[in-house]
């Protein structure tokens, strides 16, 4: 009876190094995963950010032109408040770096078109936009998650972005 107790301690113990085994292989392949992005995504973001001017710059995405009124629409910007508030505060807050970067100004860095297409396409945006891919980087390569918005819906996000940087 003994010697069935030793054996089966014996096979228990074989199993779960086995178990643990696999799990450090997996850990090891998804860090090789983030560092062939970081290898792909560093040199270019390092060298094509400086050339690009932020406010000229629309990103990569479905909102290529964009007419804003000068006033804030406040019904869409109460809309787009809830919506970031329910879909984006997870990773985004307005007045401190989060997960990612603080959103507070916003509007005076980034130009309305590239806002829109970064909420509507962010991993588009990484793979091809030199600023996407900064941010990328000073965010510790956490990506933004794709959260499958409206063109209306990032548009009412946009408006609440305007209403939040006019009144502060």
Excluded at 40 to 58: F, G, L, R
Aim: hydrophobic share 40%; proline share 4%.
């Amino acid at each position: 009876m003994k010697l069935k107790s030793y054996f089966f301690l014996a096979f228990l113990a074989l199993l779960l190094n086995a178990c643990g085994e696999k799990e450090q292989k997996e850990k090891i392949k998804i860090t090789d995963q983030s560092t062939a992005v970081q290898k792909e995504v560093v040199p270019e973001a390092a060298s094509t950010t400086a050339e690009v001017d932020n406010m000229q710059n629309k990103g990569v995405g479905p909102i290529d032109n964009l007419n804003l009124n000068e006033n804030i629409d406040e019904a869409m910007a109460v809309r787009g408040k809830e919506l970031f508030n329910n879909m984006c505060t997870a990773c985004h807050k307005m007045d401190q770096k989060s997960i990612g970067p603080a959103l507070a100004g916003v509007t005076e860095r980034r130009n309305p078109e590239w806002i829109m297409n970064m909420i509507l396409r962010p991993e588009k945006m990484i793979k091809e936009d030199p600023i996407a891919k900064k941010l990328l980087i000073e965010s510790n390569m956490a990506v933004m998650a794709n959260q499958n918005m409206s063109e209306e819906e990032s548009r009412a996000m946009l408006e609440y972005f305007r209403s939040y940087d006019q009144e502060n």
